[in-house]
């Protein structure tokens, strides 16, 4: 079965500095991995995606993923984070090919950008 | 307009009343899914169909329904809400198919209060 962990459930930090929100994962087969932004009061919406190839994954709003098959990691980055990066952030996993689609979801971490 | 609607976006009810909520999409996806979401818990897949005649339990099916009404229509029934029933619910579709391998789209939400 698979699972997905989100090692931090707030991340604060203030606005232009670095952030880096882990994410790691269990899979028995070949993975697909998500992440997933949630502003306040809002749905969610895709940031990235790794479903095969280069490691590095880049995203909308500047962030970008390392997928890490050693680790099972795929933590999400960005260089220097603006106030509108607040939200919640999930990390999601599906298997490979035959599988059911479902989408697994870790508990979420919530970046609060200050100024 | 949205791809992924959800109505109503918020509903308060009482203990033990039938509730209903609807997903409509245009994205003309066959794989439809449920979910919940609790603080700390992420999201929760309650029930997913892949075409109109297909029907699965996800991981917290017990105390809902649905239906698939057509390809477009995708229905969450709470026959008797009790307060623990309290969450934000969202539908999401997708289809592998289409070559966006189990990348799903949600709708915008319903916030559902059972007093």
């Known amino acids: 079965a698979q699972s997905v962990t989100q090692l931090d459930s707030q991340v604060p930090v203030f606005e232009e500095a670095p952030v880096e929100l882990r994410c790691n994962y269990s899979s028995s087969v070949s993975v697909y991995l998500f992440w997933y932004v949630q502003y306040p009061n809002q749905g969610l919406q895709l940031l990235l995606k790794?479903?095969?190839?280069?490691?590095l994954v880049k995203g909308i709003n500047g962030f970008e993923a390392e997928f890490n098959k050693s680790q099972t990691s795929f933590h999400l980055r960005k260089p220097s984070v603006h106030i509108s990066d607040t939200a919640e952030y999930f990390c999601a996993v599906t298997a490979g090919a035959g599988n059911t689609g479902k989408l697994i979801f870790g508990q979420g971490t919530t970046l609060q950008v200050k100024p | 307009d949205a791809d992924v609607t959800q109505t109503p976006r918020n509903r308060i009810t009482k203990t033990g009343k039938r509730i209903m909520l609807e997903c409509s999409q245009t994205k003309g996806h066959d794989r439809m899914y449920w979910y919940r979401q609790d603080p700390g818990l992420g999201l929760r897949l309650i029930y997913y169909?892949?075409?109109?005649?297909?029907?699965n339990k996800g991981e917290i099916s017990d105390g809902y329904s649905v239906s698939r009404q057509a390809q477009a229509k995708f229905s969450l029934s709470l026959e008797s809400a009790i307060p623990n029933q309290t969450a934000l619910y969202f539908c999401?579709?997708?289809?592998?198919?289409?070559?966006?391998?189990?990348?799903?789209?949600f709708g915008p939400g319903t916030r559902l209060t059972v007093l």
């Open positions: 790794y479903l095969s190839g280069s490691t």
């Open positions: 999401a579709t997708s289809d592998p198919l289409a070559g966006e391998r189990n990348e799903q789209f």
């Open positions: 169909s892949f075409d109109v005649k297909d029907i």
